[in-house]
Structures are given as C-alpha cells and as structure tokens.
C-alpha cells in the first residue's frame, strides 16, 4: 500500500512525538561533482556537537574528514579557509552576477526597466547566493564566520539603498574580513557606505548631528552596552563622523567625506582629545575602540555565545578576550581559544531557522537552488539580511522556540520531494552502506542526523509502527526520517 500524503504527516506526526526523538543549481551542482561514496559511522557526541558547531550540518565526507584528522587539526584546516578547493561551490554562484558588482553596476542594473527600479533582483540573488555557499560551500567555519559577523553588523537589506549597497558591505566588508583582524573588520564597515546609509550617517552634519552610527558603533560592533562609555562620548563621536556620507551621483555609492559638513571644533572621546583633522578624527576614535578591553571582552562573549552556549564559561570568555588584546584583533588566534578550550564544555544550542534547514539538507546531501527555501524561511522568521534593528537576529535559543509548525512542514515537504527544484538523496546516501535490512538503514539515518543510533527496542518500535500503517519499505524509512528532522531532538545542535 502507498500512503497518501494526509497518511504520511499524520503518521510521522505520530513517530516525531515518541520519547526517543524527544532527547536533547540543479544544473551547476551535477556539474560541480557526485554524492560522496563513503560510508558514515556513529560519532560520539563531543565530535557531532563540535561538527554541527564548525559547520551548518556536517556532511558525510566532513565527518569522515573530522574522523580522520581529529578536531584541532580539522579546525587548523577550516581556518585555511582559502587553501581549500571551493571550486564546485563557486561553480553554482556563476549565475548571480549583481554579487561581483560595485554599487554603482547594480544599480544601474536596477534602472534597466521602464517603470522603475527593479529593487529586488540583487537582494534576491545575494540572498540565494549566501543560502548556497552555506550549503555547499567546503569553506565551512568561514560561512559560519560570516553569517555571525553579518548579524554584528547587521544592515536591513530593505531599507532605502540598500538594495544595491549591501551586496558591496557583504563581499568587500563581512567575507573579506570574516577571518582576519577586528581592527580591518570595523574599520572597512565604518566605511562602508551600507552602513553609514543603513544607520544615518548620511544625515550627520555639523548644523544637525545624527548620533545613531555613533551610538551602534560603541554600543554594537565594539564596546558593548556596558563597555563604560557614556551619552557625552556618543555625542562627540557623532561630531567627529560628521561628514562621512556617501557618494549620491557619479561614482553612486562611494564613501565621500564632506569637510563643508564637518564640525572643526575640538573633541573629547572617552577622555581621548581629538584635535581638528577632518576623516581623520574618528579614524582616530575606531583605533582606539578596537583596542580597548570592553571591546576584546565584548567580542569573546558574543563568540563564544554563537559557538559553545547561550551562557557560555566565563574562564573560555576571560581567556578569549586575553587573547583578543594580545593579538590585536587577530580573529583566528580567537577562536582557537574558544573551539579548542571551550567546544568540550559546549552545552546544546537551539538551531535558528536557517541552521535548521541548512542542517537537514546538507545531512542528506540535498539537491537544491535555493530559492525555494526562501517562503520556508520567511515563515520561521530568518531571511537573510531581513532584521530590521542593529543588533541582528537574536542568538539565544528563548525567541526561536515558538515557530515549531513550519519547521514540521519543511521537514516532511523536503523528505516527500515537494519543495521546488529541491530534491534529497536519501536513497543514494544509503546505497553507499546499505546491505537490504531496514533496521541497519534506520540505524544509518538516525546516526546521520543525531550523531547516533536509537536504542534498538526503540528502533523496533518505531519501525512496527510505521508498518502496521501498511507503509512499503522505503516509506518507512521517509517517514522516519521525516519525523526524526521534525523531533525535538534535531532541532538542538
């Protein structure tokens, strides 16, 4: 008997509630290379929780890769980021050409229409371009690097010019610099004209400041809310950023600094005196702020926080920071502090929504453009580049448990093929190591996605209930796998 597809939610509604799973381009991508060819094993759940941390969802060649080498070297490689053959990914971001643009091609781009801009062709194309390099990118910790640094600085795509601003912020401010020193990092995003659009700097001008970059800069992206500044720093900061702006006619889309609009008066920055200089004396300021404790604590915190836990060690976040002042900013000599001393005291994270589809479908080794998973996406609330406020989507696990419906029907879409230009390799995965006997494929699933196998009473149970439904072999084994992504327990990381 086949199921029908009211039998099979209903039936894997029923699998996904048992106690077990409640623990804690098309074209491009054939010809960017063939399902991996080995076989998977269990992982202990330090290494699966290390993998799900340095990737969005481990494939079957990184485990087997993590399995190999082990996890200090297996992060040494991921840092490498650029020693790393990313050949088939960028193979499907051919297609996508407003993300290789300057500000001033993409909107002309836009203008090529008779009624109007079109304002969403490179908001589109970044959005399915950053989901593709997330899902097929071997350049793993670096995309995890950049999807945190994107919410740091966060810029709401969908506001005023940043429709053609913030492809320009994302590959010259957040990938370039994703890896490499805060120091570069801050000072290209204070230059970024995305930013000083996005936050109001182009309306900071001696005969009316605006204090809202000036304010994001300290409380955000460097000192932290309790980093000892106070509203008088803010206030002088603003003085010192007045003039930056952005080019609004030729060269559309450059920094520009204005001496007419800029305040000349003397300033005084969290007890720094900055004399008159122009684009120099905020300059002056970011130097300072990158170098400052409250900024290395701040930094280590947040890092931490995305990596090991919502409350993360405070000796991991005290060592990081240390390490954060002795290496100026050097991100890299960061995060060794924090994967390699803190991964083993990391405690289970709530995947946010795009970690959650992203997971799955690298799992099963997912076919897939993209740009169906946009609606998905939509739904539990994290379209990329989509928060409206600075401080970017949260990080904690409390905002992202109560949007559970979607995540449900995304899994059971995926698994029974209905999501556009979107397909899995279930079948493919298990032919790789399968010897016929469902109960040793379930065992093969259930270790892919949750690191391990069911207890066998467990696996047994499960199995005859989905049989006793009249369900064939291999729906079966969808109808597991369904439920096992709908769990509670896959929703954890």
């Known amino acids: 008997m086949t199921l029908s597809r009211r039998d099979f939610l209903k039936l894997a509604s029923l699998v996904s509630a048992s106690a077990a799973l409640s623990s804690c381009a098309p074209v491009y991508r054939r010809i960017a290379g063939d399902l991996p060819t080995l076989p998977w094993a269990a992982l202990g759940a330090g290494d699966f929780l290390a993998l799900n941390r340095l990737t969005f969802g481990p494939r079957v060649e990184e485990r087997v890769r993590f399995s190999e080498i082990g996890l200090q070297n297996y992060i040494e490689e991921q840092l490498d980021f650029e020693s790393i053959n990313d050949f088939d990914c960028d193979l499907q971001l051919m297609p996508f050409k407003t993300i290789r643009m300057d500000a001033n091609e993409i909107e002309g781009v836009s203008n090529q229409l008779f009624d109007g801009y079109d304002r969403e062709r490179a908001p589109q194309e970044l959005r399915q ?8 990118s071997k350049r793993q910790l670096h995309e995890v690097m950049t999807e945190f640094w994107s919410d740091h600085f966060n810029i709401f795509m969908d506001k005023e010019k ?5 492809s320009v912020d994302d590959r010259e401010v ?18 970024s004209p995305a930013m000083l659009v996005y936050l109001d700097n182009q309306a900071n001008e001696q005969s009316h400041p605006n204090e809202n970059y000036a304010r994001e800069l300290m409380e955000l992206h460097t000192l932290g809310v309790d980093g000892g500044y106070s509203q ?153 580049f989509n928060w409206p406020t600075p401080d970017g989507y949260p990080d904690r696990s409390e905002p992202w ?20 230009d979107t397909k899995h390799n279930l079948q493919s995965l298990l032919d790789v190591a399968s010897n016929g006997i469902l109960q040793d494929d379930v065992d093969s699933i259930t270790s892919l996605l949750l690191g391990t196998p069911l207890e066998r009473v467990t696996r047994d149970g499960l199995i005859d209930t989905v049989r006793a439904a009249g369900s064939t072999e291999e729906e079966t084994l969808q109808v597991i796998t369904a439920s096992i992504i709908a769990s509670p327990a896959f929703q954890w990381r």
């Open 129 to 136: 371009a950053t989901l593709l390099r997330q899902m097929y």
């Open 162 to 166: 940043e429709f053609f601003l913030k």
């Open 174 to 191: 957040i990938r370039k610099h994703a890896l490499g020193n805060f120091r570069d990092l801050v000072w290209a995003s204070a230059h």
């Open 232 to 384: 008088q720093d803010v206030m002088e900061l603003a003085r010192c950023l007045t003039g930056w702006k952005v080019k609004e006619h030729f060269w559309l889309g450059e920094f520009t600094f204005d001496k007419n609009l800029h305040d000349t008066g003397t300033k005084n920055v969290l007890g720094l005196s900055i004399q008159p200089s122009g684009v120099e004396e905020a300059e002056q300021v970011i130097e300072m702020l990158v170098k400052h404790p409250s900024t290395a604590r701040f930094i280590s915190t947040k890092l931490a926080r995305r990596f090991l836990a919502d409350d993360p060690p405070q000796e991991i976040i005290e060592k990081a920071a240390q390490t954060f002042l002795a290496t100026k900013g050097d991100i890299k000599s960061v995060l060794r502090v924090i994967l390699l001393d803190g991964l083993p005291l990391a405690q289970p994270k709530y995947k946010r929504p795009a970690n959650f589809v992203l997971s799955a479908m690298r799992m099963l080794n997912v076919e897939t453009d993209a740009a169906a998973l946009h609606d998905y996406l939509v739904r539990m609330g994290q379209v990329a």
């Open 401 to 420: 448990q109560g949007n559970l419906m979607p995540r449900w029907q995304f899994a059971f879409a995926l698994i029974r093929n209905e999501i556009n």
